[in-house]
């Protein structure tokens, strides 16, 4: 069948077949568990739900899927979780599958790691992030769409029991293209809920291409399997996740072909879990992990206590020089790449927050200090908690001014690193205290940024 008259942005998905052959580029990795130890059960409980569709309608079917969910279930198991994997389900299976997996959730202890994935078509209709069942039309009108599909934060995240001591991962390795002049191209930015981390495979407002075979990964989860598989034990889920992106971008900025290079992704996250989880599990008799030397335990400890981006950009890049093979390499790597966008979020004319805004005190509540170290490492979704903190301390009174401007500027850094959530924020906030020209500006970013509000949340700003 001709796609020539099918819409342009519908097409990048399946046009570039075997031109993908060149693969992934490969990345020297720390080592990870044997293959004996890999064998031992798991003294933690994880669970994963994988809904994959490759049976659409006819130019959108997607042959990458299937492979994608056996190489992910593959290497999941092998990382100590029970998986329950799933392809080209209609509406009604998806949901009673999501709802045995949701059950079983909220079944598990509370430091249980709970992994839902989906791959397939997802849209945007009204500021809702859809995910589309085998079957469905991609093209169908809005009202269809929301109604024959199962919403990413109702649905699925909100859903899955809060996990302030585990953990909860939702990755959406989604087509995220607009299918008709005027819609919005890809997923809408969100917020992740406490204990949990939110990942799709390209960024907001953005979309994501394959190829059309069924030999080859998408991207993102071809980059996902394969850092699961080889990062080092020490490794946190956040920390996957960064690297995950980093070396989808470094992937595709690299690739041989021009159209593939000019489309490169850059995964989204959002981020708000507050315990540490390394991607091996605990395993029941099997050998304490290495630790550190003495040495190299002082270097993390000084590391993890450092809050101001261009101190933990020196500290890193000192440590990744010195001990480049350390398993606790790909977490400094993270640390001193989001250092860095902090850094060069700070010298910005529209960022007004200064290195007294990263210090500690006594005051300061544990999540708090977290978020603040976190500031210090690029997280755009800890910006934006800083600046809450203040958000209700600005009215009239002594130090309202202050709480004012340590809350603008919070929110300024968030923006900068990316949240175009926090950017609609302040262009409401702008217009609350009667700066119209800074409130169009922010909107105008949040838009930019590929964050759509609901149509409830829109219409505070007329």
């Known amino acids: 069948m001709s796609l020539s008259s099918e819409p342009r942005l519908a097409r990048r998905?399946?046009?570039?077949?075997?031109?993908?052959?060149?693969?992934?580029?490969?990345?020297p990795a720390a080592r990870a568990a044997t293959p004996a130890e890999a064998l031992l059960p798991s003294a933690e409980i994880r669970l994963a739900l994988l809904l994959?569709?490759?049976?659409y309608p006819q130019p959108f079917d997607l042959p990458p899927i299937p492979k994608n969910l056996r190489d992910l279930e593959a290497v999941l198991e092998r990382r100590g979780f029970k998986v329950t994997s799933?392809?080209?389900?209609d509406l009604p299976a998806a949901r009673?599958?999501?709802?045995?997996?949701?059950a079983e959730a909220a079944a598990s202890p509370a430091d249980a790691t709970v992994f839902f994935y989906f791959s397939g078509h997802g849209v945007q209709v009204d500021a809702s992030n859809l995910l589309l069942p085998a079957g469905l039309n991609p093209s169908a009108k809005g009202e269809l769409l929301q109604n024959s599909s199962m919403q990413l934060l109702s649905d699925v995240v909100r859903r899955l029991p809060p996990r302030r001591e585990g953990m909860v991962i939702a990755v959406v390795d989604a087509c995220r293209t607009g299918l008709r002049a005027g819609e919005v191209v890809g997923l809408n930015q969100v917020e992740a809920p406490p204990g949990c981390l939110i990942t799709f495979s390209t960024g907001a407002g953005k979309p994501a291409i394959a190829p059309a075979v069924e030999t080859q990964n998408t991207f993102y989860t071809g980059s996902l399997v394969k850092?699961?598989?080889?990062v080092s034990d020490q490794t946190t889920f956040p920390e996957l996740m960064q690297l995950v992106r980093s070396d989808v971008r470094e992937t595709m900025l690299n690739h041989p072909v021009a159209a593939i290079r000019q489309l490169a992704q850059d995964p989204f996250i959002a981020d708000h879990t507050r315990v540490r989880l390394t991607v091996e599990p605990k395993r029941a008799g099997a050998a304490a992990p290495a630790l550190p030397d003495i040495d190299e335990e002082a270097e993390l400890k000084k590391l993890e206590?450092?809050?101001?981006p261009a101190e933990v950009l020196q500290v890193a890049e000192a440590f990744l020089k010195a001990r480049p093979e350390s398993p606790f390499a790909p977490g400094v790597q993270v640390a001193r790449d989001g250092a860095r966008s902090a850094v060069k979020a700070l010298q910005r004319n529209d960022?007004?927050?200064?290195?007294?805004?990263?210090?500690?005190n006594a005051d300061m509540s544990a999540e708090q200090r977290q978020d603040l170290l976190r500031c210090g490492r690029g997280d755009k979704d800890a910006a934006a908690r800083m600046a809450w903190r203040f958000r209700g301390?600005?009215?009239?009174g002594y130090g309202a001014s202050s709480a004012q401007s340590r809350y603008e500027g919070w929110m300024q850094f968030a923006v900068a690193l990316g949240n175009g959530i926090a950017s609609y924020e302040l262009a409401v906030h702008f217009r609350s205290t009667g700066q119209p020209l800074l409130a169009s500006q922010y909107e105008a970013r949040a838009r930019d940024l590929g964050y759509t509000p609901p149509p409830e949340l829109d219409n505070v700003r007329k």
Request: charge should be positive; hydrophobic fraction near 55%.
């Open 13 to 27: 998905r399946f046009l570039w077949g075997s031109l993908l052959g060149a693969g992934l580029a490969a990345r």
């Open 305 to 308: 206590q450092l809050a101001w």
């Open 86 to 89: 799933a392809l080209d389900l």
């Open 227 to 230: 850092l699961m598989g080889s």
């Open 351 to 360: 960022v007004r927050l200064y290195r007294s805004a990263f210090a500690f």
């Open 393 to 396: 301390q600005s009215g009239a």
């Open 52 to 55: 994959g569709n490759r049976s």
């Open 96 to 102: 009673r599958a999501l709802e045995v997996f949701i």
